[in-house]
């Protein structure tokens, strides 16, 4: 009798002796320095923390945060880790996309009150061609949202714009302008080198990105996607989208739906069909056997690498891949 | 390290409902091993999907009440079918559970979007509101009321429902409701626990405890102590390491199993 609960005390030592020691390493090695009278910016995604380290650039005193990204999956479904509501508990600022791509942010806003948030799309929805998701597509989500009550208000097509609006350079210049006037109005003292930072970033990126003469090539041309983020890319080279896909790891497609994407691709002498390898590499090869068009696998910047040059690397790379398919 | 910890509003509400969900899955789970209903705690925990899925054709606006009444009224049901004897209980369990999932999962896919509600899989204790530690405090208090109570009479069924009868104690409405009960317990804190995980945290406890113990009181202490200490520890390993809460309690309470079960065996 004695000897079991000694075993059970002992037992239930040694897992907290364990849990404790392996926990206190795993903190040790992974603890950051943030002096005290650092401001920590936080940013809700790749995009947005590239844009933010180019407004950033080298001022003192200022450290820029990427919450924890999902390596695979969408933007949209992501949920915050322990390491993320630590961090915005500690947070000047948090920068997001906007637009309804952050579903947690009103949970966040609740609970952190005090917590300076840029949105950066409210910020251009006026002054940048933002693309309006299509009337039916918009009602439909609207109806799905009456019928999924509180759950509803997590999903990204609540909104009635399309919300990947990095992926146009154009419209990503006027989120780092918009970073840039944020970052300004709260730390005042650095609001002319903030700036600065974004001029010479938007200037870098304007001078570097690459279109490899695909606004001739492409414009006016009918083009299909199977990720609303690539209705940006159309946009930029002057294509027309005629039919979108949104594709991602929780959609099931119906057959209907499938012969209907089919029928208006070759309709409309569909030549090119961007799509993310990941979700849209299945349907591609579908799409290919059964139609001219030839399916281009872009990145949508969503899970990068966190480099200064990440986003001119990415644009080009996907400009050069349309410029490959459509020769 | 602690004080850090505890001076974020959102550790300090998950303590809280960890320390108040945890003794009662440890409690009720020594009964729902002791009566061999781990299967049936394990449909319900399915049939949440389907609950949520009626809430949403229903129009109501908070799910938890159509997932306590479908929770409810699917081990009623359960229990009521079980007694006709038609077909053995585990088989019956079975078809349930696959038809209330695959009836919920069919309806929350719709257009494609399951994705709003995967996350119920998981479940997320970090998230937890006072209002949603109120409820759980009130299931507290009627669970440990009703434990009082009736401990001795479902312990009598537990061994031989003849046994029970001979005692003038009613079998049919003790085991309604105790299967009532753990609906309640299932469907109030799976959004917390999550529907993949939440049988572990039911049966883990109670089987540990049951590898090394000498009789029903020190079976049930030995339960709820297993189920605290997995809950503060995982939450605390959790916290640090950045991992989800109810994967990381249900390493440490199979640690725990595997533990007793050696040192059961060899005794």
Redesign the interface.
Known sequence: MKNKYLFVLLLLISISVVSFCSTFFYVKQNTKDVAGNDMLVMTSCNPIYLATTGVVGDIDGVIVENLSQPTTGCLHDYTLTTEDMKNLASADVLIVNGGGMEGYLDDVIAAYPKLKVIDTFEAVEDTYPVIRNSEDEHEEEHEEEHTHGEESEHHHHDSEFNSHIWMSEEIFSGQVLAIADGLADIDEAHSEAFKANANSFNEVMNSHIDKCGLEDALAGKHVAVLHEAFAYVAQSIGAEVVATMDLDEERQVSAGEVSNFIDIINDNDVKVVFAEYDYGHAMGKLIEEQTDAKVVYLETLVHGTYENDDYINVLNKNYLAIKNAVE | ?FNEMF????MVRATIAILLISPLFGMVGTMIVQKRMAYFSDALGHSALTGIAA???M?????TVSMIIFGICFALLLNYISRKGLSSSDTLISVFASCATALGLAIL?R?????????ILVG?I??ITYTEILQLIVLFAVILVFWCFSINRLTAISIHTTLAKSRSISVRIMEDAFAVLIALLVMLSIKWVGILLINALLILPAASSRN?S?NFREYTY?SI?FSI?SGV?GL???????MATGPMIVI?AS??YF??YV?GKD?
């Open positions: 390290m001076s974020y509003a959102f809430g949403v054709i129009g109501i606006g908070n799910t896919s257009g494609g979007s399951f994705a709003n509600y995967s996350a997320d970090l998230s090394i000498d030995l102590i200490f520890v605390f390993v959790s916290y640090f390491t950045d440490i640690v725990i533990a007793t040192y005794r």
